[in-house]
C-alpha cells in the first residue's frame, strides 16, 4: 500500500518512477543506561537514578528519599497511558521482557504520562532482572487503548544500577 500511494505522489508531480520504493519504520533509538545523582541543595538528601531513555519514552531505577522511602521504578512517555481509575491514579497491568526471557506482567500505578511498578516483590525482580539485560520492551496501551511498545538498551544497565544502590543505600 505505502508503495503504491509514493508512486502516485511521485507521478503527479511528474517525477520518473523507474524503480520500487521500499518505506521501512525506523528503529526505536536505543541509548545506553546512565546514572543521574542529584544533592538536594536545601536539605542536602541525593537522590540518584539509572536512567534508560529511548525515541519516545523513559525508565527510571532509583531513590529519592525526600519524596518516597526506598528504591522505585518509574517510566515515562510521550503518551498517556491506559488503565482503569482508582482514586487519583489508575492501575494498568503492562507486559515487559528483558532480552529473550519469558514476558511478564508489571502491576503499575499510571497517572496521565507517567507510571509506577508498585508492589516490592516486583521492583526486586524487576531491578535485578535489569542489571542483567541488555534490552527491555515493554508494552502498553494509550489512552485511547492502542498498543504501544516501549523499547530501552539496558547496556551500561549493571554498572549503573550498582551505583545508584550505593548512593541509595541507607547510611548508618
Request: glycine share 6%; charged share 25%.
Amino acid at each position: 500500500m505505502a508503495l503504491k500511494l509514493v508512486a502516485i505522489a511521485l507521478g503527479a508531480w511528474g517525477a520518473q518512477v523507474t524503480a520500487p520504493v521500499v518505506v521501512k519504520p525506523l528503529e526505536p533509538i536505543l541509548r545506553p543506561m546512565v546514572v543521574e545523582i542529584e544533592r538536594d541543595p536545601i536539605t542536602d538528601a541525593v537522590s540518584a537514578f539509572a536512567v534508560a531513555r529511548s525515541s519516545d519514552g523513559r525508565l527510571a531505577i532509583g531513590c529519592d528519599p525526600d519524596r518516597y522511602p526506598g528504591v522505585r521504578v518509574s517510566l515515562r512517555s510521550q503518551a498517556w497511558f491506559h488503565g482503569r481509575p482508582r482514586l487519583t491514579w489508575r492501575y494498568a497491568t503492562m507486559t515487559y521482557r528483558f532480552d529473550r526471557a519469558a514476558a511478564e506482567d508489571g502491576r503499575w500505578e499510571v497517572k496521565e504520562d507517567a507510571a509506577i511498578l508498585r508492589p516490592p516483590a516486583q521492583i526486586f525482580h524487576f531491578v535485578n532482572s535489569a542489571a542483567a539485560a541488555n534490552r527491555l520492551t515493554i508494552r502498553t496501551r494509550d489512552i485511547e487503548n492502542r498498543e504501544k511498545d516501549l523499547t530501552f538498551s539496558m547496556q551500561g544497565g549493571a554498572s549503573a544500577i550498582n551505583q545508584m544502590l550505593r548512593v541509595c543505600a541507607p547510611r548508618r
